[in-house]
Structure formats: C-alpha cells, structure tokens
C-alpha cells in the first residue's frame, strides 16, 4: 500500500511539472522570442546564456515527467511496482545533475543582469505582462522590478520544490522504517537533495555578491573582470588583507583567480598556479605564483584564517575544475591542493621566457617535470623542467631567416643550458653528435657537413667551449685530406699529420692551421723529405730528400708560380742502400699523440658515470636515445615528439647490467659475459665500444688507410682494450657497493705464470744462415706479469678485436703489400710442380713423405698428382684467415704443427718428435699448400697483438717457425730461376 509521502511526491511534482511549463510558456519563450540577434559581444553573450537556461529548463521538465510517470505507475500497480522503482530513488543523482546544471545556468544570467536588461529592452511588453507574472511569486513586492520579478519566477518555484523535496524524503525515511529494504535508498535521495538545497542557497547568494560587486568597480574594470562563470568569493573590503610587495588597494579572491587592485593596474593571478605556503607568523601566509611570490597579512589569526582556507579551497575547487559538492563549509575537513599540477601559462615579465607560453608540469610556481615551452618567435622547447629551467633531456626548435627552415637540438640540459650529450641538426645541413657544456661544444662530439655540401667536411674529435681544441680528426672529402693531430681555438695547432688520396703524408708542427717550422713528407714511393714546408704545404727553404734507393738531395727548395718545384744542393749517390724494410715501415704520429691522451672525451663521461655510482639521471646520456630527424619533428603536429627510453626503464635495465656482472665473474662466464655486453649498444660496455669504432674509422678509414699510421691504429686499440676493461672494473665496483660487499682488490699486482719455451737447439744443415736454433724440446718458463695485463690481453681484446679488425687490417696489408707479392710470386711458382717434386726440393728427407697418400698407377712411376702429402694440416693452416682472435689463430698453427707430426708418425709407424731441421721444410711445403692470402699481414697483425704472455714460448716460436717460411718463400721464385734444371730431373723416387 503506498504511504501518504508518496501521494504527496506525486502532486508535488504534478504542481511543479506545471509550473514549469507556465515558466517556459511566460518567461524563457518570451525572453528568447523579444530578444532580437543583437550586434555587439556582449548582447550576443546574453542571448547565448539565455538560450542554455531555457535548454536547462526543458531538461529540468523532462525529468519530473519522468519523474511524475514513475510515481503514477507505483500508485497504480502497487503489489507489481516496489518502491525502488521511483526516479528520486533510484535515479536521484541524474535527478540532481539535471537542478544543478539549472541553477549554474540561472546563476550565470543573474551575475551579469540578464533579466534585468533583457526587461529594460521590451518595458512595454513586461509591463503588459506583470499581473501574470506576479502569479508565479510569493513575498515579492508589487513594487519590485520586472527584471528581480524575472529573476525571481525562474528560481523561487525551484527552492521551493526542493525543499518540498526534502521533507517529503525524511517523512518517507522515517515511515517505512530502519530494515526495510529500500531504506537506503531513500535516505541518499534525502541527503542527496538536502546537499541540493544548501548547495544552490550559497550559488545564489555568490551569484548575488558578485553581481553587487560589478556595480562598485568602474566600467573598465567590469569589462576586464566580469564574466558568467566567475563568482566572488571574498572581498579585502569585508576582511581586510595587506599584500606585499605589490601593496594593493583591494583583493578580491574569485573561484578561479586572485585579482589585486593596485591603482589603475590589475593583477590578475590564476589560481590553477597558486600555492599557498603558511607562515610562521601567525597573522601571515605566503603565496607562490609563476612569477611573483605574495605575502599575505592581517590584523588577527582569525582574518587570516579565513583568508588562508578560502584560499586553499578555491584552488583546489579551480583545480578539480568544478564547484565543490556539496558545498564549501559543510563540515568537511578542508582538502589540500596537490602540490604538482599540469597548467598552460603564458609568461608576462621581461626576460628570456617573455610571452613564452609554458604548458606541462609545475611544482611550486616553477615549470618542473614534463613540459612545452613555445616562444612567440617560433621558438618550441619540450623536455624536462626542474625548478623553472631546463633540466634533462629536451627538444629544441630554433627557426632560422630563410624559409622553413630551422635548428634542432636534441640534448641533454642542465639548469637552462645544454649539457651533456645531444644531437644537433644544423639550417645548413650540418649535424654535431657530441658532448655539450653551458651550451657550448664540449668535451667529444662529432660535426659533419652533408654529402652534398659544397666543401663537405667532417670534424671527429675534442672541442672546448664551442671550439675545437685538443685532439680531433677532420676529414675534407673535397680537397681529399686528413688531418690527425691537435687543435686550438678551432684551428689546427701543435703537432699534425696530414695525409692525401694521392698517398702524400705530412708530419710537423702546425700553428693557426698552417704547418710551420720543420716537418716530415713521405711520398707513395717511400721517399723521404725533411725540412721546412711554406704555409700551404710546399716544400721551401733548406731540406733533405732520400730516396727509396738511398740516393739522398740536400740543399735549397722553392717553387714558383707556373714553374714547379726547383732545387739547388748536392745530390749524393754513394749512399749505402738503406734497408728496403725499414725505408717502407716508416711510421708518422706515434711518439707526437700519446696514446693514453688521444680520446679522453670519449672515456671521460664513461669514467663519471661510473664514479658517480651509475645515477638513473645520467644512463640516457652514456646510452644514447632515439629522436625523429629534425624535418619529422617540425611536420608533426605535436612538435617535437620524440622516441625514447623511459628513465624508469633505463634504470631498471642498469640494475639486470649490474647484477648481470656480479653473477658472471668466472673465466668463462665472464668471457661470455664480456660478449654479449660489447655486442648490444644499450649496454655501457657496447656503447663506449661503438663510440671508440667511431673514432677508429674516422681516423683510420678511408683517406686515413695509409701504411704510414699502422703503428698509430696498433696502440691505439690496446689502449682501447685496456680502457674497456677498466671500464667493466668499475661497473663491477659500483654492483658490489650497491650489495653492500667489499671492492676487489687492485689488479695492478703481479703473478707468476708458466709458459712454453724452447731448449736450445743444434743449427741446420739445411739453413743455417736463417736458423740458428734447432728445436728439440720443450720446457716450461715462469715470469711475471701483470693481472690486469692478462685480463686485457687474453681477455678483452679478443672480444673486441673483430669492430676494429677491418680498419686495422687494412693497414697492415698497405704496409706489408710487397712483401706479400713477392710471397704470392713464390706461391705461384711453388704451385706449378707435383708434391714429390716439392718435397724433394724443399729437401724433405725422403722417408718423411706420405708416400701412401698418393693414388698412383702402374704407369705413374713419378707423381703428377698434387695437393695430396700432408693435407690434413694444409686444411687445418687454412683455417687461420676464419677467425680475427689472435689467440685462435695461434691455436690453428699449434694444430697445424699437431697434424704434420701425426702425418710424419703414421708413415713411421711409430710416434716421432720432429727435430727443427725436419719441421722447417715441412711447415714450408704445407704453408706453400695452403696458399694463403697477405700471410704477411696475418703474420705481423698476429705477434703485434698476441698476448704478451706467450712471448718467447711455444706460441712464439711456431709464429716465429712461420714467419721463416714466410721468408723462405719469398725468395724461392729467385731460387727457381737460378735453378731451372732441378725441376727436370726424372730420377725415381
């Protein structure tokens, strides 16, 4: 059975249903119909709020007939339909989103007088309709204005209603007792509606208030202040409030800005970027602001109480974006205002961030975190922000004069400047990858011009503020030159090497970029000038010219335009010879650029990350990061988006590298560990290796493959292995302080290890000029070396030989080239005869020969079948080109040794330990077998970078057994000539 609460609910809302259709019919279609489309901003703006009223009104209608049908259909089907079926119930909160917009849209007309007006407009209409209107209203007087009396019918039936509301809910609550099912649901429509009522009683008397307050200010600032939304929430004439350092006249505190009165200066703060600090002073609070910090003082606690929470709710009200619900001061504990927002603001106050709009993050008045910066200029900067300046990686947009084009800078920023690594494309085609200090070039970096430049260059090497200095490399396609050597102030200055496409190389002393004083030219020939060059490289003055023959020039250089290079001195052919070798092994740079100095920058941002116990804020820089190309970033519409590892992420990859090294630290594991780290460029190891290829191809590739700097790229790849492993050294100090365990000791210790080493040996009769020991066993030797020394050499450098093998190799056959063709001439002839031929030359003693090896017929009394003696080690030597690893090239000729020994013991029939008289000639035969390519190069490139350990042992004195065939074979195309008739003879074997 329905209750009489419901009954009531029912002809509440039949009566209020009415009314708002006489509403709509009398007022709300009249002010629309009677207000024409006017001309100026601010009728337009009326009629606008008008309309959304009257949208408001239609909706508020609609859901009291819906609210009305629910009733009906409970009164009338009462067993069928519960009482939770009712709209006020289960639908209270649509039910009071629908007033609330109501009374948002009515407060906006009441703060600017829309009634008002619009009843001043059509006087003679209202006036004709003021008994109808007065039937509406209740405790109005007669003598009230037509816009109050407007005013007044759009808002007190709805009061009214609400209130009706309320009552009728607590009546319901209290009928149908504390278990009934649908208890709660009365009770929250009850407070849901009770919210309702106060909440619209403080936005009338704000909407109030701040229409009042329109009328004490002047018409400018009314045009400047006053707008719909806007309310008043307190006033410096109510409560009085001093603030410094502005001193203003009056604050008016709105629910969206702070507004000082100063004058005929208006200061207008929005309170999205207010935060307020309290005082210490009991009577004082702080305010912190983009661009000014205010203090705010009264005469008693209790003023500035009022002040201080107003304050603090009306932020916290601006930030949420909406009134509070249900209303300020209804018991709840005032919330705080979060102390980091996201707000767009555009800088007013002379400086570098001038009418610079800033939208991101903010942490106190200051831009911190993630933001974008953009300049009326044209100027856009996103990236990190820490305490109002640039700080952390960034993106930067500078626009240039010409047309659509720009710089961009992708870097690393440090309290507004740039610092620490960034890539930066350059208007003019021009990109430098490098370090960055106060915002200028410093430390590494490498700036290179587009292919298609006119004079395209390329400069890889150290810079200090903004200018190259130190040491660097510049390669100038143009021109076909290199330069390796020093720098100061942007030009090349101290020591230099200057190398040519044509093969030409300059050795001296360079000052304002141009060489001075005395200086070295080696010419593709080998020639050799010493003396002093004229500024642009042309020979001048008093020198010394010594031939590839050792015929030698001294005297007075000069040239003249049109006429060459002329000469006045004695020319001495009596010279001895000089060593062919030596003549063409010369070497420029090595004893000019140290090698412990040459690439500090690259290892310098490594060791400070390292020492700084690898910070998170550091690992993007010494990492590296992915960004759009410039014209990418300047397409997109959201400007200079970038593609980027998160720090979070970066970090946690830094904690997986650390423990990574402290589980691998075995022998075995650790080599395996060493592997992977150099093969994956997200790893710290991988990227100073992939920095240090960098360099090594800028300098060594190219032009800069020139035989003349073989040793200069030799040292400086141990000196990279040995930075490398320093560098593993201290990660692994900074995982094991991060565990809490106690740093290894230092590996600058020495040990003692045990190698390989020959006995002395009896001379050969065979070849007694070239071999002075003979080989017959072996013993073990002991010495000292280093830890450290072991680790780089037996370690490391394997492992990272193979990114400078190409380079370096290169080198080594430049420097080696003739004697490898007279190698390959050896190899050529030796290749024309028969292995028992061969063999018979090479004066193998004849019961040695694998006889059973060769598949003869009857007719085949001498063999015509080659490449079959010893063929297992000529397969096995030719496995040495298969590997870069020294160590592995080494092994390959210990087995090679290995199987030639085998071979010799299964044609005896008995295992045999083969005297060095017996081996040299074999070895020759099987090195003549394998025909390997540049042996020479291999063999030079393997002892340079052999692991010291195994000097003077049996690693060393197989390479060296090689190295003699090496040389035997390149005399052997002489010996063939001397001796054609060996190679007749038809005796039997």
Same mark, same amino acid.
């Given at each position: 059975?329905?209750?009489?609460?419901?009954? *009531?609910?029912?002809?509440?809302?039949?009566?209020?249903?009415?009314?708002?259709?006489?509403?709509?019919?009398?007022?709300?279609?009249?002010?629309?119909?009677?207000?024409?489309?006017?001309?100026?901003?601010?009728?337009?703006?009326?009629?606008?709020?008008?309309?959304?009223?009257?949208?408001? &009104?239609?909706?508020?209608?609609?859901?009291?007939?819906? +609210?009305?049908?629910?009733?009906?259909?409970? @009164?009338?089907?009462?067993?069928? =339909?519960?009482?939770?079926?009712?709209?006020?119930?289960?639908?209270?909160?649509?039910?009071?989103?629908?007033?609330?917009?109501?009374?948002?849209?009515?407060?906006?007309?009441?703060?600017?007088?829309?009634?008002?007006?619009?009843?001043?407009?059509?006087?003679?209409?209202?006036?004709?309709?003021?008994?109808?209107?007065?039937?509406?209203?209740?405790?109005?007087?007669?003598?009230?204005?037509?816009?109050? *009396?407007?005013?007044?019918?759009?808002?007190?039936?709805?009061?009214?209603?609400?209130?009706?509301?309320?009552?009728?809910?607590?009546? /319901?609550?209290?009928?149908?007792?504390?278990?009934?099912?649908?208890?709660?649901?009365?009770?929250? *429509?009850?407070?849901?509606?009770?919210?309702?009522?106060?909440?619209?009683?403080?936005? %009338?008397?704000?909407?109030?208030?701040?229409?009042?307050?329109?009328?004490?200010? &002047?018409?400018?600032?009314?045009?400047?202040?006053?707008?719909?939304?806007?309310?008043?929430?307190?006033?410096?004439?109510?409560?009085?409030?001093?603030?410094?350092?502005?001193?203003?006249?009056?604050?008016?505190?709105?629910?969206?800005?702070?507004? #000082?009165?100063?004058?005929?200066?208006?200061?207008?703060?929005?309170?999205?970027?207010?935060?307020?600090?309290?005082?210490?002073?009991?009577?004082?609070?702080?305010? @912190?602001?983009?661009?000014?910090?205010?203090?705010?003082?009264?005469?008693?606690?209790?003023?500035?109480?009022?002040?201080?929470?107003?304050?603090?709710?009306?932020?916290?009200?601006?930030?949420?974006?909406?009134?509070?619900?249900?209303?300020?001061?209804?018991?709840?504990?005032?919330?705080?205002?979060?102390?980091?927002?996201?707000? $767009?603001?555009?800088?007013?106050?002379?400086?570098?961030?001038?009418?610079?709009?800033?939208?991101?993050?903010?942490?106190? !008045?200051?831009?911190?975190?993630?933001?974008?910066?953009?300049?009326?200029?044209?100027?856009?900067? =996103? !990236?990190?922000?820490?305490?109002?300046?640039?700080?952390?990686?960034?993106?930067?947009?500078?626009?240039?004069?010409?047309?659509?084009?720009?710089?961009?800078?992708?870097?690393?920023?440090?309290?507004?400047?740039?610092?620490?690594?960034?890539?930066?494309?350059?208007?003019?085609?021009?990109?430098?990858?490098?370090?960055?200090?106060?915002?200028?070039?410093?430390?590494?970096?490498?700036?290179?011009?587009?292919?298609?430049? #006119?004079?395209?260059?390329?400069?890889?090497?150290?810079?200090?503020?903004?200018?190259? +200095?130190?040491?660097?490399?510049?390669?100038?396609?143009?021109?076909?030159e290199r330069y390796i050597g020093m720098w100061q102030a942007d030009q090349?200055?101290?020591? !230099?090497?200057?190398?040519?496409?044509? !093969?030409?190389?300059?050795?001296?002393?360079?000052?304002?970029?141009?060489?001075?004083?005395?200086? =070295?030219?080696?010419?593709?020939?080998?020639?050799?000038?010493?003396?002093?060059?004229?500024?642009?490289?042309?020979?001048?003055?008093?020198?010394?010219?010594?031939?590839?023959?050792?015929?030698?020039?001294?005297?007075?250089?000069?040239?003249?335009?049109?006429?060459?290079?002329?000469?006045?001195?004695?020319?001495?052919?009596?010279?001895?010879?000089?060593?062919?070798?030596?003549?063409?092994?010369?070497?420029?740079?090595?004893?000019?650029?140290?090698?412990?100095?040459?690439?500090?920058?690259?290892?310098?941002?490594?060791?400070?990350?390292?020492?700084?116990?690898?910070?998170?804020?550091?690992?993007?820089?010494?990492?590296?990061?992915?960004?759009?190309?410039?014209?990418?970033?300047?397409?997109?519409?959201?400007?200079?988006?970038?593609?980027?590892?998160?720090?979070?992420?970066?970090?946690?990859?830094?904690?997986?590298? @650390?423990?990574?090294?402290?589980?691998?630290?075995?022998?075995?594991?650790?080599?395996?560990?060493?592997?992977? $780290?150099?093969?994956?460029?997200?790893?710290?190891?991988?990227?100073?290796?992939?920095?240090?290829? %960098?360099?090594?191809?800028?300098?060594?590739?190219?032009?800069?493959?020139?035989?003349?700097?073989?040793?200069?790229?030799?040292?400086? =790849?141990?000196?990279?292995?040995?930075?490398?492993?320093?560098?593993?050294?201290?990660?692994?100090?900074?995982?094991?302080?991060?565990?809490g365990q106690a740093p290894e000791e230092d590996e600058d210790t020495e040990?003692?290890?045990?190698?390989?080493?020959?006995?002395?040996?009896?001379?050969?009769?065979?070849?007694?000029?070239?071999?002075?020991?003979?080989?017959?066993?072996?013993?073990?030797? &002991?010495?000292?070396?280093?830890?450290?020394?072991?680790?780089?050499?037996?370690?490391?450098?394997?492992?990272?030989?193979?990114?400078?093998? +190409?380079?370096?190799?290169?080198?080594?056959?430049?420097?080696?080239?003739?004697?490898?063709? @007279?190698?390959?001439?050896?190899?050529?002839?030796?290749?024309?005869?028969?292995?028992?031929?061969?063999?018979?030359?090479?004066?193998?003693?004849?019961?040695?020969?694998?006889?059973?090896?060769?598949?003869?017929?009857?007719?085949?009394?001498?063999? #015509?079948?080659?490449?079959?003696?010893?063929?297992?080690?000529?397969?096995?030597?030719?496995?040495?080109?298969?590997?870069?690893?020294?160590?592995?090239?080494?092994?390959?000729?210990?087995?090679?040794?290995?199987?030639?020994?085998?071979?010799?013991?299964?044609?005896?029939?008995?295992?045999?330990?083969?005297?060095?008289?017996?081996?040299?000639?074999?070895?020759?035969?099987?090195?003549?077998?394998?025909?390997?390519?540049?042996?020479?190069?291999?063999?030079?490139?393997?002892?340079?970078?052999?692991?010291?350990?195994?000097?003077?042992?049996?690693?060393?004195?197989?390479?060296?057994? /090689?190295? +003699?065939?090496?040389?035997?074979?390149?005399?052997?195309?002489?010996?063939?000539?001397?001796?054609?008739?060996?190679?007749?003879?038809?005796?039997?074997?």
């Open positions: 059975m329905c209750s009489p609460e419901e009954e *009531a609910l029912l002809r509440l809302e039949e009566v209020f249903s009415a009314t708002l259709a006489r509403i709509n019919s009398l007022v709300l279609q009249p002010l629309l119909e009677t207000t024409p489309e006017p001309s100026d901003p601010r009728g337009r703006e009326h009629l606008r709020l008008l309309q959304q009223l009257h949208q408001s &009104s239609q909706q508020l209608w609609e859901v009291t007939e819906e +609210s009305l049908h629910s009733l009906r259909e409970r @009164l009338c089907h009462q067993d069928s =339909v519960g009482l939770e079926s009712l709209l006020l119930l289960c639908g209270a909160d649509r039910v009071l989103q629908v007033h609330v917009e109501y009374i948002e849209s009515y407060t906006r007309c009441l703060v600017v007088q829309v009634f008002q007006k619009a009843a001043k407009k059509k006087r003679e209409y209202w006036r004709r309709q003021r008994k109808a209107l007065w039937q509406l209203l209740s405790g109005v007087s007669s003598e009230a204005s037509v816009g109050t *009396a407007l005013a007044q019918a759009l808002c007190q039936p709805l009061a009214h209603h609400v209130q009706q509301y309320v009552f009728l809910l607590l009546s /319901l609550g209290d009928t149908i007792g504390e278990h009934h099912p649908t208890r709660e649901l009365v009770v929250h *429509a009850a407070t849901v509606f009770g919210s309702l009522q106060s909440f619209m009683r403080q936005a %009338l008397d704000q909407a109030m208030a701040t229409q009042a307050l329109w009328h004490t200010l &002047s018409s400018r600032l009314r045009d400047v202040l006053c707008t719909p939304a806007r309310r008043l929430l307190q006033d410096s004439q109510d409560i009085p409030v001093m603030v410094t350092p502005l001193r203003a006249e009056r604050v008016l505190l709105f629910d969206d800005a702070l507004i #000082l009165l100063q004058g005929h200066n208006v200061h207008i703060f929005d309170l999205k970027l207010v935060w307020i600090d309290p005082g210490q002073d009991g009577c004082m609070f702080h305010l @912190l602001t983009p661009e000014e910090e205010l203090s705010f003082c009264s005469k008693d606690t209790q003023d500035r109480t009022v002040w201080q929470w107003k304050m603090t709710q009306a932020v916290c009200q601006a930030l949420r974006g909406k009134k509070d619900f249900p209303v300020l001061g209804a018991g709840l504990e005032p919330s705080e205002p979060p102390t980091c927002r996201c707000v $767009a603001y555009t800088f007013r106050a002379e400086g570098r961030l001038c009418q610079a709009t800033y939208e991101g993050e903010w942490y106190r !008045g200051r831009p911190h975190g993630k933001g974008t910066l953009k300049w009326p200029d044209g100027r856009n900067h =996103v !990236g990190n922000f820490c305490q109002g300046l640039e700080h952390g990686f960034g993106i930067r947009l500078i626009p240039q004069a010409s047309e659509d084009t720009f710089d961009c800078y992708k870097c690393h920023w440090r309290e507004g400047s740039m610092c620490g690594y960034g890539i930066c494309e350059y208007s003019t085609d021009e990109v430098y990858r490098g370090y960055f200090q106060a915002g200028l070039r410093h430390g590494f970096g490498v700036l290179e011009s587009a292919p298609q430049a #006119l004079q395209p260059c390329k400069y890889t090497g150290h810079w200090e503020r903004g200018q190259r +200095s130190g040491y660097g490399i510049e390669e100038d396609s143009d021109r076909g090349r200055h101290g020591p !230099g090497v200057m190398v040519t496409q044509a !093969g030409v190389c300059y050795q001296g002393t360079f000052q304002a970029d141009k060489m001075v004083g005395p200086g =070295v030219l080696l010419s593709e020939d080998d020639s050799l000038y010493e003396g002093t060059f004229t500024r642009d490289l042309t020979l001048v003055g008093k020198g010394k010219v010594t031939f590839p023959n050792g015929f030698t020039l001294e005297g007075s250089f000069g040239s003249g335009t049109g006429k060459g290079l002329h000469t006045q001195g004695m020319l001495d052919t009596a010279a001895f010879p000089p060593d062919p070798s030596s003549t063409r092994k010369r070497q420029l740079g090595v004893g000019a650029f140290p090698v412990e100095s040459r690439w500090q920058g690259v290892y310098g941002p490594f060791r400070d990350f390292v020492s700084a116990g690898c910070p998170g804020d550091q690992q993007e820089a010494l990492l590296g990061f992915h960004v759009q190309n410039a014209r990418e970033l300047r397409k997109s519409q959201e400007y200079l988006c970038c593609e980027r590892t998160q720090p979070e992420a970066c970090a946690g990859r830094m904690e997986d590298v @650390l423990d990574e090294l402290l589980q691998h630290r075995e022998p075995r594991a650790l080599r395996e560990c060493l592997r992977k $780290a150099l093969g994956n460029s997200l790893h710290p190891l991988g990227k100073l290796l992939r920095t240090l290829m %960098l360099t090594f191809q800028a300098t060594y590739a190219g032009i800069g493959a020139n035989k003349h700097l073989q040793a200069l790229a030799q040292e400086e =790849v141990k000196q990279h292995a040995r930075e490398l492993w320093a560098a593993y050294r201290g990660l692994l100090q900074v995982a094991l302080q991060r565990k040990t003692r290890c045990a190698e390989v080493e020959p006995l002395p040996r009896t001379p050969s009769p065979l070849h007694a000029d070239e071999e002075t020991e003979a080989w017959q066993g072996l013993s073990l030797r &002991s010495h000292r070396v280093r830890v450290k020394d072991l680790q780089v050499h037996g370690l490391v450098l394997p492992l990272m030989l193979p990114s400078f093998y +190409s380079e370096l190799f290169t080198l080594y056959l430049l420097l080696h080239e003739r004697e490898d063709g @007279l190698y390959s001439q050896g190899i050529a002839s030796l290749s024309l005869f028969p292995d028992t031929k061969l063999l018979k030359f090479l004066d193998v003693q004849k019961h040695l020969w694998p006889l059973k090896d060769l598949t003869l017929t009857t007719n085949q009394r001498l063999s #015509l079948v080659r490449d079959k003696c010893f063929l297992s080690a000529t397969e096995c030597l030719q496995k040495i080109i298969t590997t870069v690893d020294p160590r592995e090239k080494l092994e390959v000729l210990e087995k090679t040794y290995g199987e030639i020994e085998a071979t010799v013991s299964r044609v005896l029939g008995q295992e045999h330990k083969l005297p060095m008289d017996d081996l040299l000639p074999l070895l020759i035969y099987v090195v003549s077998r394998a025909r390997i390519q540049h042996l020479g190069a291999e063999i030079h490139l393997i002892r340079d970078m052999m692991d010291p350990i195994h000097t003077g042992g049996l690693y060393d004195f197989l390479l060296t057994a /090689l190295e +003699s065939c090496y040389e035997h074979i390149q005399k052997e195309d002489m010996r063939l000539l001397r001796f054609p008739g060996r190679w007749d003879s038809r005796e039997p074997w």
